[in-house]
């Protein structure tokens, strides 16, 4: 069973930076398209960010300019390089693997993350 486990999230005024990292485990990493989603309390689940394994990017216009997603498929870890954090980026953050073999979508557990003064 594929494994996706975060770990970075916590408190931070706004303007600060957080990164997030995401390891994988039980996974061909390569075949993977991955991602970080956010959701907010009464909000639905949105993509912030993915990654193709050859790198290409894609991020919800929220965030451009301020998150950077990355990965490294050797490590089989990917990370979410959050910068000006604003309360509105308040969410759980949820680490996900998509493959684009069986189409099959994998979730992390989640990571808190709130900014707030």
């Known amino acids: 069973q594929v494994q996706l486990v975060e770990s970075g999230g916590g408190l931070v005024q706004p303007g600060g930076s957080l990164r997030l990292s995401c390891a994988a485990s039980?996974?061909?990493?390569?075949?993977?398209?991955m991602g970080w989603y956010r959701q907010a309390p009464g909000k639905q689940r949105e993509l912030v960010a993915s990654?193709?394994?050859?790198?290409?990017?894609n991020y919800v216009d929220s965030v451009k300019g301020r998150f950077t997603i990355s990965r490294d498929n050797a490590k089989t870890t990917v990370d979410l390089q959050m910068n000006s954090l604003k309360p509105e980026d308040t969410a759980v953050y949820y680490c996900?693997?998509?493959?684009?073999?069986?189409?099959?979508?994998?979730w992390g557990q989640g990571t808190q993350v709130t900014v707030s003064s």
């Open positions: 990654i193709t394994s050859g790198s290409s990017t």
């Open positions: 039980r996974i061909n990493f390569s075949l993977y398209i």
């Open positions: 996900s693997g998509f493959s684009i073999v069986s189409g099959q979508r994998y």
